[in-house]
């Protein structure tokens, strides 16, 4: 079984670009999570997609936006980059039609703002 | 938000030692948790976990317990090996859909 994949594994932007990020879940999975990890620290919940729609977002500003797709893949877009977005974006997935489980996490998105 | 904390950010010990690592969470009505690794450059792995309904489980070389009474959760690897040095996190379900907090995250170090 393909485990949850991310890309690109690295990006490099400038401050006030627009940064992409795709996840892919585990096959039959359809919540995909985003989580901000910048460096040293603990994950900072984003945004919680299900079926393709937002079911729930953390304390961000609304540059970070997502959307998921027909396909339950997700893209997660930040806006008006900021030095401080610079962090590794984590996407994680789960079937929560199975009851509360664990969500399975991807490598990441190492993103950084020069 | 919820809160999830660590006792402790920084843990070494010696290679065939064991390990404790805890976690205190905030919401008594939390049901589920999870302790995860990640390893440098990696995303977090599941390790184990545990429902509010038991206060011990075992995996491999991994024990986790619950105490609700003080909201306390520990992580108990035994025989540490250098595999193990990673950070590792608990995670909180506090029964809002399937959503979960995270802890800072302690870093294992394990000195050969």
């Known amino acids: 079984e393909a485990g949850v994949t991310q890309s690109p594994t690295h990006l490099i932007k400038t401050r006030g670009q627009q940064a992409t990020l795709r996840c892919s879940p585990i096959?039959?999975?359809?919540?995909v999570y985003w989580y901000q990890q910048a460096l040293g620290l603990g994950l900072q919940f984003l945004l919680w997609?299900?079926?393709?729609?937002?079911?729930n977002r953390g304390n961000f500003p609304p540059r970070f936006s997502g959307r998921q797709f027909p396909n339950y893949s997700s893209e997660l877009n930040v806006n008006a980059l900021e030095l401080e977005d610079s962090a590794l974006y984590l996407c994680?997935?789960?079937?929560?039609?199975?009851?509360?489980?664990?969500?399975?996490f991807g490598d990441g998105t190492r993103l950084s703002i020069l | 938000g919820e809160s999830v904390g660590l006792h402790l950010p920084t843990l070494s010990v010696q290679e065939g030692d064991n390990s404790i690592i805890n976690c205190a969470y905030s919401?008594?009505?939390?049901?589920?948790f999870i302790w995860y690794k990640q390893e440098s450059g990696k995303g977090p792995q599941f390790i184990i976990d545990?429902?509010?309904?038991?206060d011990k489980r075992q995996g491999q070389r991994v024990t986790v317990l619950l105490n609700k009474t003080v909201k306390h959760l520990s992580l108990q690897i035994a025989a540490t090996q250098p595999g193990d040095s990673a950070v590792y996190f608990c995670?909180?379900?506090?029964?809002?859909?399937?959503?979960?907090?995270f802890g800072t995250g302690t870093s294992l170090t394990v000195i050969p």
């Open positions: 994680a997935s789960s079937n929560p039609r199975q009851g509360v489980q664990p969500q399975h």
């Open positions: 096959s039959g999975h359809t919540s």
């Open positions: 997609y299900d079926e393709g729609e937002e079911r």
């Open positions: 919401n008594s009505a939390s049901d589920y």
């Open positions: 545990i429902r509010s309904n038991m």
């Open positions: 995670a909180e379900n506090p029964i809002t859909g399937n959503q979960f907090y």
